[in-house]
């Protein structure tokens, strides 16, 4: 099994540029989610999706959007890159919501200049 | 509002010390889980362990054990004669019941020397 997959490894954006990032598992979990991890601060929740056609607000929501049409996909797009979102991104899920551990993509290493 | 405090930054060993990582969290809620992570200089996140609120066991697995103490809102994670391997960035993290959503503490960098 792939797992949790994740792409691009890395990017490099200039401001004002979008694009997504995506993210796919392959082992039929309902919940899925996007942390990003700065120096210091540990992980943030962006955004999470319980279900196909099911999404909601994490802590740092701003300047992202996502969409869960699929139950594999749940992909993350930034609309209009900033300096602020240069980070690593890690796209999460697990098996539903009785808090089991979650599996971790490897993470994509973001740079908006 | 929850919260999980991983007061050390960074902690250094030589190897074969025994090292402790302190965690402390804040929740409201009655059941909630706790969870350690490790993520070593590659960069992936590693699942280690997950307790629940009405399970204050100790657990042991390897040189690897786990102290949760609810009295204290604490659980600490204790690895016996550290190796290089074990070098990482480790972090502890709490949800709710009810929701998947991971409060992460800001983590502890170890680093073992030979």
Redesign the interface.
């Known amino acids: 099994n792939a797992g949790v997959t994740q792409t691009p490894k890395f990017q490099v954006l200039k401001t004002g540029q979008s694009m997504t990032l995506q993210c796919a598992q392959d082992m039929n979990h309902e919940y899925m989610s996007w942390y990003r991890q700065d120096p210091g601060m540990g992980l943030r929740l962006i955004h999470y999706s319980v279900g196909a056609g099911i999404t909601d607000q994490g802590e740092v929501p701003n300047g992202y959007n996502v969409s869960r049409s699929t139950t594999e996909d749940f992909p993350l797009r930034l609309l209009s890159a900033a300096p602020s979102q240069t980070s690593v991104y890690f796209c999460a899920s697990s098996s539903d919501r009785s808090n089991q551990p979650q599996h971790f993509g490897d993470g994509t290493r973001l740079s908006i200049l | 509002a929850q919260k999980?405090t991983q007061a050390q930054?960074e902690i250094s060993v030589v190897e074969k010390e025994d090292v402790t990582l302190d965690c402390v969290y804040e929740t409201r809620d009655t059941t909630y889980?706790l969870?350690w992570?490790k993520q070593p200089p590659s960069?992936?996140?590693v699942?280690l362990i997950?307790r629940?609120s009405f399970d204050e066991q100790n657990e042991i697995s390897g040189r690897y054990s786990w102290n949760f103490q609810k009295s204290t809102s604490s659980f600490n994670f204790t690895i016996t004669a550290s190796q290089v391997v074990d070098s990482a960035v480790y972090?502890c993290?709490l949800?709710e019941?009810?929701?998947?959503?991971?409060?992460?503490?800001?983590?502890t960098r170890l680093q073992v020397f030979p």
Do not use: H, M, P
């Open positions: 999980v930054t889980y969870f992570y960069g992936e996140l699942f997950r629940n972090f993290a949800s019941a009810g929701t998947d959503k991971l409060i992460f503490g800001t983590g």
